[in-house]
Each structure stands twice: as C-alpha cells, then as structure tokens.
C-alpha cells in the first residue's frame, strides 16, 4: 500500500514537472499575444488619432482664412471659389461650404446647389472648440456616403470630411472596429462597423492612451491632449486566439523541451536515489549488513563497560556509510526492517561472548523514530537484552525523535519500565536542548562529537560543554562524551566529573570477535592495575 502511494506520488511529481514548465509557456504566450494586440490596436488608435487632428486643424485654417478674405456674403461667388481652393488642398476633408439653420446654403462644390440650399439636419453636439458637429450628413451628389460635419458656431463655416477618410487606416483585420468617441460625454462620433465600448474605462486625458479586454475582445482608446474626441480601436476575440496559437506554436514546444528534460533530470535523481534503496532492500535479504562496537569506558579505571552497536554495510567490497543508508531507509519507511535485523545480528553477535563477559557489560544500540513509536519497540528491547545474556541494554535516540511524538514518550517509560536505559544521543546539537534536559526523564547524555572535539580551542562549544556537564549534575542525568580522540579531552571531561566516554582513544567500533580478545585483554590489563592498586 504504502509502495503504491510512493508510487503514485512519485508520478504526480513527474507529471508536475513535466506540466509547469508546459502551463508556464501556454500562458506566456497569452501574455504575449496579448501585449502584441495591445499594441497593435495602441498604434491604430493613435493613428485614427493623428489623422482626425489634421481634420480639425485644416477646419481650422480654412475658417480663418475665410474670415480674413471677408466677404460681403458667405456664399458670393468669389468667396465659393476660394471655399473650392481651401477643399482641394486639404487632404483629410472633402466639401468646404456654409451653414445657416441647418442648410448648407453654399459649398465647395458650387454657387448655393440650388438657392434652396442642402438640408443637413440639426447637430448632434457642440465641440469644445466651439464648432457645431454633424455625423450623418448626407450629400445629393454624393447619396451613397455619409459625412461628418463640423461648423464655426459664429461664421457657419464648415468643414465636411468622409468617415472612412478618417477612420480607415488600412491596418487592423477582419473584426476590428474603430470609433471616434467625445471624451465629455463617451458618445460614438462616428464608426467603422458597430462597436462595443462595454468595459471601456474612464477616459483620463492624462494616461494618453488606455487598453482594456473586454469579453476577449481587446480595445485601445488613444486621447487628444487639448480637445474633446478619442480613438478607439477594438480587436476582436478572434484576433488574440489566432495571434495566441501563432506565438504557442514556438513557444510551447520549448516549454514541452524543458519539461521534458526537468523530468529527465527528476527520473536520473529518482533512479540514483533507488538505486542505492533497491540494493539496501538486497542488502537486507542478502546478509550483506553486519554489526561493528565502539567501546563505552569507565573513564577512571578506563574499563570497558558496554559497547555501541554501529551499522555496517559492505557492498560489493565497499562500505557504505551509515550517514549515508540510514536516513535513507528512515525517508523510504525500511528503518524498522534495519531494525530488527540489527537486533537479530546484536543476539547473533552476543552468543560470542563469553558469559562472565556479557554478565558484566551492556549493548548500547541506536533507534529512530518510527522504531521508537511502534507498540511492540520496548518488549522487543528486552527480549533482547534476555537473549544477548548481557547485564543490560542501552537505547539511544536524538533529542528531535524524543520530544517529537507523541507516541514516543509512552515507550521511552515503557522502556525505562523494563529495566532498559535510555540516553539522549547527539546532545546539543538540537535548538533547546539545555532548556528541556530536566522534563525528559533519561538516563543519559550523549554530548556530540563537535563539542568534545572543542575542548581546550576557546570556541564556544568548547565552553558549552561545561555548561551541560554542569546542568545534567543538577538535574541528575548521568554524561557519555562521544568522541573523544586525545587524552587532553579525557582529562578535562574527568576533572569535570564525566564517568563516561566513547571514541578513537579508547577504541574504534570493530567486529565481535575483535572485540570479544579486546575486551579481554583490556580488562585483564584493568584487573592487575587494580590489584596492584590495592596492594599499593
Ligand atoms: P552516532 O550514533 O552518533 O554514532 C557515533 C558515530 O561517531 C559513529 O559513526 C562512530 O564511528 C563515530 N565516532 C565515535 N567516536 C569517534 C571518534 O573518536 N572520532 C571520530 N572521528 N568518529 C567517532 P558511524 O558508525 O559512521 O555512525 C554514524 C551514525 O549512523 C551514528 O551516529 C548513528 O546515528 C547512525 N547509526 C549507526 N548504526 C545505526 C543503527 O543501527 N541504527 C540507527 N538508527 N542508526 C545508526
Ligand atoms: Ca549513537
Ligand atoms: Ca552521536
């Protein structure tokens, strides 16, 4: 079960990997396809722009122009000539003429066309210029097309222009409207197909031009800085898809390339990592693991007491480090399997002790946290001490398994309960260990090796370790000092008052025969020193 949710988990990973850098390209090129429409209405707005500004200012010029020809009536036949010249070199507006009561009485196109003069309708509005504006007006020679007008409120001149003149700008697709819009009031102008400006935000002069996405659809409104009209440009939904699957069709592919190879690169990782779990899970199966035991000395008499049961894993003819499989096996859930074959091998082992030597010694022996937190652990434990023969069992655990569950807590009394003792391993290297040493009832202390190592450098773990000798007296936990490599640290943690200790001095963890001649010998050697000591 738990290998198929591993497995699952793994995928879903994979599949991640793979996806983002896919997702990641898919919306970067929506953003792109996006901020290209944008632009692209952006410059047709501002195009539509330029050109109703030229309108307006060649409606000016020719305003002024006939007011400085001044004459004696608007529609006299000199003055429609000049109307006529102003017309032809004026590039954005058609008819030049003059308005009074909503008829064109004269125009560019000649002498009143008829007295009656041309009916065009009342204005739709007033410019801020002062002009009056007409959006339809429609032209007897000219039926098929409407024109915009716009006439000097006080002299009737008037400047008409075709829409299209204006708003078609040759650029854009099929789909795109364009509008000219008076800022004042939002009103269309005029238009080229119908527009939608639903969504279209406030009109603040300031901003220059504005974009929005309206319904897919994507709009760009570019202002007059001094007066009262605004271009409008809106692509429609269509444009940013088709533009959207243009830039996808390059950029998506990388996006895929580089998902593509994250998972590679996660499958390389995986297959490394599994690699060493599937030739631990051998390992287990294959006997390839065995056991190796660092002395723990009476630091007075230097007599061995007890023993740490170390791991080891010879793997075609190489060792691997402990450091290295057993967080392993913790993260991938074989450490109650290591376990247990450790404790098998710790009795496997014991069997070469001979029975006045295990009487008088004890194993020390390392457990993680899912070994410490299932039901059976401390039963288990004193099993096998039964079984070793040995005076007694010693369980280690770092201080982070001990005070993090709450399933642990439980054993540890179970443990102490049955007559095993227990040791915080790894002594200070935790966040608060000094703060918590007197709630947690051990039996030991195991100070790290990186703080004996600074005994007599003047750092400040060399002065720490002071500092939790002194504290555990106080709170009456008995010191291990792990790692001791010369007789200058053996010295110190003795005049402290330290009764324990481990490491390279004393002895390196070695195999059970090893061990067996060097308890031997050690505590003979012990035994005749004592008796002189006697003697003496
Ligand atoms: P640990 O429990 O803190 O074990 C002490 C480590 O320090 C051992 O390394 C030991 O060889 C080393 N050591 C002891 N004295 C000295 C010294 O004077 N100088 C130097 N340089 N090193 C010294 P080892 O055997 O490589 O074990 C590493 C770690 O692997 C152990 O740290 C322990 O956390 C873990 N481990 C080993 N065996 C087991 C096991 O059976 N079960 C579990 N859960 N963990 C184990
Ligand atoms: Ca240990
Ligand atoms: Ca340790």
Known sequence: MRGLITRIVTYAALALAFMLPVCASVWMSYRLA??????HTG?????VLYRVHVFSEQNLRINAA????GATSPCSPDNVALMRNLAVGASYLQVVGYVEGNVLQCSSYG???GDAGIPIGPPAYRSRLGNWVRTSVKLPFDESRRYIALTDSVTGYSSLALPDMLLDTGGGGHGFAIALVAISNRQIVVQRDPIDLGGMPPLIRERGTITWQHRGATGSVSLSPSRDYAAVVMSPASALHANWRNVATWLVPFGALLGGALVALARLGLRRRHGLLRQLDRALRDDELSLAYMPIVELESGKWI?????????HDGQWIAPDKFIPLAERHHRIRKLTNRMLDLLVADAQALPRDLARAMYFSVNLSAEDLAACAIAQRVADVRQACGVDGVMVE???GVLLEASRVIPNIERLRKLGIRVAIDDFGTGYSSLSYLGSLDVDYIKIDKSFVSAIGTNSVR???VAHIIDMAKDVGVAVIAEGVETQEQADYLMARGVRYA????FGKAMPMQDFVSAIRMHNLYYKNCMQKRQVL
């Open 43 to 47: 410059i047709l707005a501002a195009e």
């Open 111 to 113: 002498y009143g066309d």
């Open 66 to 69: 006939l007011r400085r020809h």
């Open 397 to 399: 655990a770092t201080e």
């Open 502 to 505: 481990q490491g390279w001095l």
């Open 462 to 464: 060399g002065h720490v």
């Open 34 to 39: 996006l901020s290209e429409q944008q632009l």
């Open 306 to 314: 007890g023993a740490e049961a170390l791991m080891r894993w010879c």
